[in-house]
């Protein structure tokens, strides 16, 4: 399953809530699927599964507060779901969408179930969890400080480190160089705002709230949200299934789409 095996175009629209833009691109028809990037990898780590997807339903790909022409709305988690929130209800959908979130846009779509329980039908939650463990509390932290010191280029081979495992990184380094190029573009206050809000993020309690059914997947490489957060998240969640893809890293729709695409087919149609 790749890109090239479809013609879809996809639209670039802004979508506004207040004075505040947000750009996206959308294109298909049917069950409407909103997608939230992570923080080391923008919109374009769907780039492989969105012509996918839109061949069976209606995608909306944003770009996060902050990232590519979406302005910054601050740091907090709850305040970026909140604002989410608002757009996929300005959308105009005619019936409740998918969220489908990876990493940091994986917590938003959480958060967005937890905060606003009408807006999803279903949660994607790839890679993600519902809090970090103190050594992943001070990862963030040790990479913000850094990047405050020395800027985005000293932790690029962090980020990427992150993303990918080594063996994966050594056999693609073209998709490594073009992944790292757009992580030095992502704005330093968005960056440092997420690592704080990530650095002291705890929704253990509020997990039981959320209603719709969830899809929670880990890579079982991944190394930013290591497997067992998806372990207590989806055990936490009242209605999960969790999903282990052998061989993925933090962006497994990325590195391989068509497992990727196997794993939430039924979930999704």
């Known amino acids: 399953m790749t890109a090239q095996n479809t013609t879809m175009d996809f639209r670039n629209v802004k979508l506004t809530v207040g004075d505040k833009r947000l750009s996206a691109k959308v294109a298909g028809q049917g069950t409407p699927i909103v997608l939230l990037h992570s923080l080391l990898a923008d919109q374009t780590s769907f780039d492989l599964i969105m012509p996918i997807l839109a061949r069976s339903h209606q995608v909306l790909a944003l770009d996060l507060p902050g990232f590519g022409e979406s302005d910054f709305v601050g740091g907090q988690l709850e305040t970026i779901a909140d604002h989410i929130a608002k757009v996929i209800q300005g959308f105009g959908f005619k019936q409740r969408p998918i969220l489908l979130g990876n990493g940091y846009g994986g917590f938003i779509a959480l958060l967005i179930a937890i905060r606003h329980s009408s807006i999803a039908s279903r949660l994607v939650l790839a890679d993600c969890g519902a809090a970090f463990s103190e050594p992943g509390r001070a990862a963030f932290r040790g990479m913000s400080a850094t990047a405050r010191e020395k800027g985005l280029t000293a932790i690029a081979d962090v980020a990427m480190r992150r993303l990918f495992s080594p063996e994966f990184q050594q056999l693609n380094p073209h998709l490594i160089e073009a992944r790292k190029?757009?992580?030095?573009?992502?704005?330093p206050q968005t960056f440092h705002g997420a690592c704080e809000a990530l650095a002291s993020l705890d929704l253990r309690t509020q997990l039981k709230s959320v209603t719709v059914p969830a899809l929670v997947l880990v890579g079982e490489q991944d190394e930013?949200?290591?497997?067992?957060?998806?372990?207590?998240?989806s055990a936490g969640l009242p209605d999960a299934k969790l999903v282990v893809l052998a061989g993925c890293a933090h962006v497994p729709q990325l590195q391989m789409p068509d497992v990727f695409m196997a794993a939430i087919r039924e979930f999704i149609d």
Do not use: I, Q
């Open 181 to 187: 190029k757009r992580f030095l573009s992502v704005d």
């Open 224 to 233: 930013a949200t290591p497997p067992p957060m998806s372990y207590e998240l």
